[in-house]
């Protein structure tokens, strides 16, 4: 059974970062790949970026190209969000999930296991 604990959400004004951490139970990283997806009230979960377990580029949606970065510390089963020059319309519950498979996949349909969230809020 694959466990998927997000945290470091908060409160933060734009233009400020938050780190979000994604623990996993066990070396998951090997043999999953890894994303993070948000959904904000009343829209789809979307996704946001992902790192296949071959670590090959990792994949953004295009409205955080360039703010966002995920990484993975396979010692610690830690999978990061770093969260830079953040906008008000990024606040959402974001969540960390995985999958089998190498493809990085951007509908939420394609993963398996599911954290439970953790409440981003960008205030103006």
């Known amino acids: 059974q694959v466990h998927l604990v997000e945290s470091g959400g908060g409160l933060v004004q734009a233009g400020g970062s938050l780190r979000l951490s994604c623990e996993t139970s066990?070396?998951?990283?090997?043999?999953?790949?890894m994303s993070w997806f948000r959904q904000a009230p009343g829209k789809e979960r979307e996704f946001v970026a992902g790192?296949?377990?071959?670590?090959?580029?990792?994949s953004y949606t295009e409205s955080v190209k360039g703010r966002f970065t995920i990484s993975t510390d396979n010692a610690k089963n830690i999978v990061y969000l770093q969260m830079n020059s953040l906008k008000v319309e990024d606040t959402a519950v974001y969540y960390c999930?995985?999958?089998?498979?190498?493809?990085?996949?951007?509908?939420?349909?394609?993963?398996?296991?599911w954290g439970q969230g953790t409440q981003v809020t960008v205030s103006s």
């Open positions: 066990g070396p998951i990283l090997s043999r999953f790949t």
């Open positions: 999930a995985a999958k089998s498979g190498v493809y990085i996949a951007t509908q939420f349909h394609e993963y398996v296991y």
């Open positions: 790192i296949s377990r071959s670590l090959s580029t990792p």
